[in-house]
């Protein structure tokens, strides 16, 4: 979200009585419970996976023949 928007909210926010942002607050928190409880399981990563199926060239390091002129 912008500067902008955060400023915005911050004064219309400052405008509201105490039992409005309460009623805010609760929803809010309402809203982040139900997102987490939707969040889908993500599958764990392992390190390693790759090393069977990992290959380096043995000319890794050497510069292409098509830039050497700029060497």
Known sequence: MSD????YFDKELDKLAVPELKKIFEK???????KSK?????FSRKLGGLEQDFYIASDFDE????FKEYM
């Open 28 to 34: 809010v928190k309402r809203l982040l419970s139900q």
């Open 63 to 66: 510069t292409p023949d098509c």
């Open 4 to 7: 902008f928007a955060y400023d």
């Open 38 to 42: 939707n969040v889908p399981e993500t």
